[in-house]
């Protein structure tokens, strides 16, 4: 496992042999929230982790931008090498764009419970990102004591479990690795699909897989029309007993899933 730092952007990579798979993080997350499933495919494909922009351990932005985001993850990649890539949630919406304006370098593409479409309500995350600025972080000894202070902002634990891998020891005290001042203040772009910013794109006609979570309402019959508008060969699977989060919901049923659709046929 090594890591590297482009410029702004932090990645980490596994394995040295096989087709070359990229993993691209939801809201709130980190490249190395896919390690498991990093070091299962290892063995046979190259991964690259990356951390998006205003996360984990890559730069800050001023603005929130899915069409500007995706054009500098696009420098990461070649089209002598084009990738597998699998983007959850945000990162999803970055990798959509991503294929459809730099079409050579994804050879196929991954969105995991997320549509190509505008979500007008983000009241949850906004909840989500109030409670972790209202955190009192030079008030906390352990990290215990910041369980305890986003019990009422993430009352599920293993939500709140995985917005506190965002803290981070500095120095003497803690400090959130997220931008969430430009979270909180662009929550909407969050929840928005750049349509009018794709520029002259056409429709991305790799394979792609659509993965939801039977429990998320981020996947749904009503999108499935914009959806193979943009991603004319895309194939939905939806897990059971899963939520937003499927890969971390349904581990082992993901990487069959996605095992599955890397080692098929173009």
Known sequence: MSAVTTDDIYTTNLGEVGPRVVFFHGLFGQGKNWTQIAKSLAPDHRVTLVDMPNHGRSGWTEHLDYVAFADRLAELFSAEDPVALVG?????????VLALRHPELVERLVVVDMSPVVYANGSEFGGFIAGMQSMDLDRLERRTDADAALAQAAPNTT?????????????????????LDLLARELDVLGSWPEERLGDVSPYDGRVLWIAGARSPYVTDDYAPAMLRWFPRAARITVKDAGHWVHSEQPEIFQQVLR????AGS
């Open 88 to 96: 959850h949630s945000m990162g999803g919406k970055i990798a959509m």
């Open 159 to 179: 939500v709140r479990s995985f917005l506190l891998q965002n803290l981070r020891r500095d120095g003497d005290g803690w400090r959130w690795q997220p931008n």
């Open 260 to 263: 599955r659709f890397l080692a």
